[in-house]
């Protein structure tokens, strides 16, 4: 069974970074999809990027786009959410999925994370 686990988040000071991970364990990363959302209080889901291992296609959000960065490492089996020039509006409980169908920005996601909390200090 494939589980999704995302670690990284903490407190940073506006203008700061923080790396997010998403570790997959059970399954291949090379034949998923990941996907990163997000999700602030009294605010809808979001999604933040997404990237297809198998072929590199990647996606980002508008409102991430020149300082958000997703990457993949296949042989740790892990996809990396590095996050720079943080807002705070960035602030928000962050989580992973993956799934085998569809690519980026179309993934079907079956499988999700539980969530790491980024918070962004003004």
């Known amino acids: 069974e494939v589980q999704l686990q995302a670690s990284g988040g903490g407190l940073v000071q506006a203008g700061g970074s923080l790396r997010l991970s998403c570790a997959v364990s059970?399954?291949?990363?090379?034949?998923?999809?990941i996907g990163w959302f997000r999700q602030a209080p009294g605010k809808e889901r979001e999604a933040v990027s997404c990237?297809?291992?198998?072929?590199?296609?990647?996606d980002y959000t508008d409102s991430v786009k020149g300082r958000f960065t997703i990457s993949s490492d296949n042989a740790k089996n892990t996809v990396y959410l590095q996050m720079n020039s943080l807002k705070p509006e960035d602030t928000a409980v962050y989580y992973c999925?993956?799934?085998?169908?569809?690519?980026?920005?179309?993934?079907?996601?079956?499988?999700w994370g539980q969530g790491t909390q980024v918070t962004v200090s003004s």
């Open positions: 999925a993956a799934g085998r169908t569809g690519v980026c920005p179309g993934i079907w996601y079956d499988y």
């Open positions: 059970g399954g291949s990363l090379g034949v998923y999809g």
């Open positions: 990237i297809s291992t198998s072929d590199g296609r990647i």
